[in-house]
T-cell receptor, first 115, second 115 residues
Framework: GAGVSQSPSNKVTEKGKDVELRCDPI?????LYWYRQSLGQGLEFLIY????????KSGLPSDRFSAERTGGSVSTLTIQRTQQEDSAVYLC?????????????FGPGTRLTVL | AQSVTQLDSQVPVFEEAPVELRCNYS??????LFWYVQYPNQGLQLLLKYLSGSTLVKGINGFEAEFNKSQTSFHLRKPSVHISDTAEYFCAVILRGDSSYKLIFGSGTRLLVRP
């Protein structure tokens, strides 16, 4: 596709369940980011992947959060034992080389609601 | 610690009027500066960015912003707004030297254009 795609667009889950969120970056983009947008915290960085380098996980809020990127393309963000405070819109972005001058292109997000 | 401040949470304006959305940042290192727009239920779209050179930056949809180093500001302006400009606007920075090139966002300003 032409842009970053994310699935599902909406996810409702019960507290304590695990969820997986998927991101398909723009073809050929080597860098991939996950951000979270919530009412209380605004937009915040979660994790960054660049090629085969070790990811920057400094933004993950707890060890219940993890992410992987297979084959340098698709990424999955996993939240284990979801809590109500995990409710947010999870945004994925990709860029060509992952440098400071590259534009980050965002997907439409996955809205997660934890009941 | 670095931060981005958008003082106005909401800015109402009449159609065809000029608008300025304010952004100030604080950082101990130099930064790159960005403005993103988010339309309802969509991801973020880059409006413009300042990397170096001329402090007046022109972006898409008739928006422009001026980098003022002494005031650590990067205010967004448009001389005449349209109804379609109604959206949330986010100012963001990337710290020079940050190896993950993550965006640090302000809290956003909702622009409401009235007929």
């Amino acid at each position: 596709g032409a842009g970053v795609s994310q699935s599902p667009s909406n996810k409702v889950t019960e507290k304590g369940k695990d969820v997986e969120l998927r991101c398909d970056p723009i073809s050929g983009h080597t860098a991939l980011y996950w951000y979270r947008q919530s009412l209380g915290q605004g937009l915040e960085f979660l994790i960054y992947f660049q090629g085969n380098s070790a990811p920057d996980k400094s933004g993950l809020p707890s060890d219940r959060f993890s992410a992987e990127r297979t084959g340098g393309s698709v990424s999955t963000l996993t939240i284990q034992r979801t809590q109500q405070e995990d409710s947010a819109v999870y945004l994925c972005a990709s860029s060509v080389r992952g440098t400071s001058t590259d534009t980050q292109y965002f997907g439409p997000g996955t809205r997660l609601t934890v009941l | 610690a670095q931060s981005v401040t958008q003082l106005d949470s909401q800015v109402p304006v009449f159609e065809e009027a000029p608008v300025e959305l304010r952004c100030n940042y604080s950082s101990s290192v130099s930064v790159y500066l960005f403005w993103y727009v988010q339309y309802p239920n969509q991801g973020l779209q880059l409006l413009l960015k300042y990397l170096s050179g001329s402090t007046l930056v022109k972006g898409i949809n008739g928006f422009e912003a001026e980098f003022n180093k002494s005031q650590t500001s990067f205010h967004l302006r448009k001389p005449s707004v349209h109804i379609s400009d109604t959206a949330e606007y986010f100012c963001a920075v990337i710290l020079r030297g940050d190896s993950s090139y993550k965006l640090i966002f302000g809290s956003g300003t909702r622009l409401l254009v009235r007929p």
